[in-house]
């Protein structure tokens, strides 16, 4: 399938809706973004691609008026273009099915031709279950990713007869199955059964809490670097930055949804993105649809930080370390461009990792990190 056939599973953006009558300035993002108006746009050097998902039955609402994804272009056309080195092409709004499936399948095709073609895409709308459909586009492939869902609650209620709430166990357990590694981001305990994380632990995938991130949201970095499926649910934003969030009043204000959506956009892999279970007709005062908007602006500014990223294996760009505990000697990676850490493991690979995995070791002591990589491998 060529990408201009992706326009069979596509309604191309109305500029007319989401533009204002004057238009947009040239130092806007709308006067910068390719858009698929009437033309299916050439997107071989786009950096970024935007796909909008009207999808909502998975959780239970089968009469949602439609149009989240183009409130969110509309906030965020018109903010400033600050990274002329990352091209956006925003490609329209993925077509609803008549089945769920059927929405499933369409989604799943979409994201596997632009991940195949190299591209870091960005879904709009549509709620969180549709992260199952993002993943298969990657069973499609047959290929082994790591996945991290920003979440307050987790998604494995097998009592639940909606797929919003239950999705979690298919990508999880199915068969066969291309989760190579899975971290939970944001969790709020008293949403999640104590049974849930023991079980997730046993698979030795990683949740963090809520207040563990906000304490130290840099340590949460590596495990993004190196996802290939990155899923946001807007119920993880506290409800005074994110109004439509209807779940919880706690959870990440907006700038650490910001930095979260940075740390996506600077990720090693070409990868896919999902900000999911928003809903204009509940927000207030367009307050989640500005914070969405920025969300985006910050992906753009993550894959602006990681151009200027070198491969592990271009030492010159790294300060490196060696360092010995518990009887093993280990390489530590610091990135003289952006800063960041990677650490040898057991089997000589170079993981992800954070400053504050380096000075443990420099302790004599086993950085969790790199311990659960070694009960993993």
């Not at 998604?155 to 797929?163: E, G, H, I, T």
Request: aromatic share 10%; net charge negative; proline share 3%.
């Amino acid at each position: 399938m060529s990408l201009a056939t992706l326009a069979d599973f596509l309604n191309p953006v109305n500029l007319a809706v989401i533009s204002d009558d004057e238009g947009y300035r040239d130092t806007q993002l709308g006067k910068h973004v390719t858009v698929y108006e009437t033309i299916f746009p050439d997107i071989t050097h786009a950096d970024l691609i935007i796909v909008g998902c009207e999808e909502y039955r998975g959780s239970g609402k089968f009469t949602v008026e439609e149009g989240s994804a183009d409130a969110i272009r509309k906030k965020f056309y018109s903010l400033y273009h600050w990274h002329k080195d990352v091209s956006v092409a925003d490609i329209g709004n993925i077509k609803k099915g008549e089945s769920l499936q059927d929405s499933y399948a369409a989604i799943k095709t979409v994201v596997k031709e632009l991940i195949e073609a190299g591209k870091r895409v960005v879904i709009i709308g549509g709620s969180h279950d549709i992260t199952l459909a993002q993943y298969n586009a990657y069973v499609e492939q047959q290929k082994i990713i790591e996945a991290v869902c920003v979440d307050a609650k987790i998604d494995l209620d097998m009592d639940s007869a909606l797929p919003a709430d239950k999705f979690l166990m298919e990508m999880l357990t199915g068969e066969p199955n291309f989760i190579k590694h899975y971290t939970h981001i944001g969790f709020q305990s008293y949403y999640v059964h104590p049974q849930m994380l023991e079980t997730i632990d046993k698979l030795r995938f990683d949740c963090w809490r809520v207040g563990k991130v906000k304490e130290a949201i840099e340590e949460i970095e590596p495990a993004i670097r190196n996802a290939s499926l990155f899923s946001f649910d807007i119920s993880a934003i506290q409800h005074a930055h994110a109004p439509a969030n209807y779940l919880t009043p706690n959870g990440f204000n907006g700038e650490e949804a910001c930095t979260l959506m940075q740390y996506a956009g600077m990720s090693t892999n070409p990868c896919s993105i999902g900000i999911y279970n928003f809903l204009h007709e509940q927000d207030e005062n367009n307050l989640t649809t500005i914070q969405i908007a920025h969300m985006l602006w910050y992906v753009m500014d993550g894959i602006h930080k990681g151009k200027k990223e070198s491969s592990v294996e271009q030492r010159d760009n790294f300060n490196e370390v060696t360092l010995a505990f518990a009887e093993f000697d280990t390489v530590f990676l610091q990135s003289k461009k952006t800063g960041r850490w990677w650490m040898q493991t057991h089997d000589g690979k170079m993981l992800a990792c954070s400053k504050g995995d380096y000075y443990i070791a420099s302790q004599n002591e086993i950085p969790e990190r790199w311990m659960r990589y070694a009960e993993r491998n």
